[in-house]
């Protein structure tokens, strides 16, 4: 199902090439029922992209929640951010950080990669991503700054088969650690 989801067009394109092969043979051999069925394959098509549509994967439903978080912490709302943390630890050390923030602009620049730990229980999915703050803090000392980050995140399904996030970690784009990075 997973692959219906995320791949509808991968689907499509065998349902399609079933159904194309059913008509070829049904005009090569004359039989009725290959005709039938190379026509049922072919509106198959459609049904395939409108459950593709109706499912929700994991994947979606995290990449959802980052959208969610980074409007917030642009809103600085930070109680809208904290709540997708489940992880004591990790809840301190944003409810720690945030309030000494204001954050202008927050913005997704790229998800580099959501990947679903199959078999872990509870189950649990690592997410490399790219970010933009435009951000000021609130002593003075920075004013409407552009800091590119990338963001390490760890997520867990919780009981409520809700998304949390259980660790994160923050660092430059590239190269090693500064004097923000941090990690859980």
Do not use: C
Request: charged share 20%.
């Amino acid at each position: 199902m997973q692959v219906l989801a995320e791949q509808p067009l991968l689907i499509s394109l065998m349902v399609g090439l079933i159904g194309g092969a059913l008509l070829y043979g049904w005009t090569q051999t004359g039989k009725r029922a290959a005709a039938i069925l190379g026509l049922v394959f072919l509106l198959l098509i459609p049904t395939v992209w409108i459950v593709s549509s109706m499912m929700v994967t994991d994947r979606e439903q995290i990449e959802a929640i980052i959208y969610e978080v980074a409007a917030a912490v642009e809103a600085n709302d930070h109680d809208a951010a904290l709540a997708y943390i489940n992880d004591p630890n990790a809840k301190a050390q944003a409810a720690q950080e945030l309030p000494n923030y204001v954050f202008s602009l927050a913005r997704v620049n790229r998800i580099r990669s959501i990947t679903i730990a199959q078999g872990s229980y509870p189950l649990e999915a690592d997410v490399d991503m790219s970010v933009k703050v435009d951000v000021s803090s609130k002593s003075g000392s920075i004013r409407d700054f552009r800091i590119p980050r990338r963001l390490l995140l760890r997520f867990q399904k919780d009981s409520n088969d809700q998304w949390k996030v259980v660790k994160y970690e923050h660092m430059p784009i590239a190269g090693g650690p500064d004097q923000y990075t941090t990690g859980n």
